[in-house]
């Protein structure tokens, strides 16, 4: 199996760890979206779209990315976020990027989230919400998903 993990951590790194402790089990290399080989992403079997939450949203760069991407068939991709507050019922934010990410040919399987250190402006007077976030369990978390993925993906490397 191939695959990749495309992240956007920008605020305290926490997206990044996260994406390691997936992409150790997945024996992905974790990238930017600056750094994406296109002709590599295409030849994946799997790929990982993560970053921290904006404002209920993926960060900007991450879904610019998406969106640039032509449409053609392509593999399986699972999203991952880390955030200081819970995915909200009444505003998802992984939903619009599994979305996307099927619009551009993926077959968009999973998504995964945990909490994580936020400083966001109301926060930041108090130093930030889930000070001690990810941690361990949170990073084990990330594996044990990690490993149900490749245990779901059963097909051989794509041709390039």
């Keep these: 199996m191939k695959a990749m993990i495309v992240c956007v951590s920008v605020s305290h790194g926490n997206t990044k760890r996260i994406a390691d402790a997936m992409g150790h089990v997945l024996e992905a290399p974790v990238v930017t979206p ?4 296109l002709a590599e ?3 994946c079997d799997l ?3 993560g970053s921290g939450i ?9 879904r610019e ?3 640039s991407l032509p ?3 392509r593999g399986k991709a699972f999203v991952f976020a880390t955030s200081g507050l819970p995915e909200a019922p009444f505003r998802p934010y992984t939903r619009p990027l599994l979305q996307l990410l099927q619009q551009k040919g993926f077959e968009a399987i999973d998504a995964f989230s945990c909490r994580a250190l ?3 402006l109301p926060f930041k007077p108090i130093g930030g919400i889930r000070k001690q976030h990810p941690n361990a369990a949170d990073l084990e978390a990330a594996r044990a998903f990690a490993e149900g993925l490749r245990a779901r993906i059963h097909t ?3 041709p390039a």
């Excluded at 600056?34 to 080989?37: A, M, T």
């Excluded at 404002?55 to 760069?61: D, E, L, T, W």
């Design 47 to 49: 790929v990982g779209f």
């Design 71 to 73: 449409k053609e068939d």
């Design 118 to 120: 936020d400083t966001w």
């Design 41 to 43: 992403l295409s030849a």
């Design 65 to 67: 990315f998406v969106r």
């Design 34 to 37: 600056e750094q994406v080989d």
């Design 54 to 62: 904006f404002s209920m949203a993926f960060h900007p760069r991450l």
């Design 156 to 158: 051989p490397s794509r």
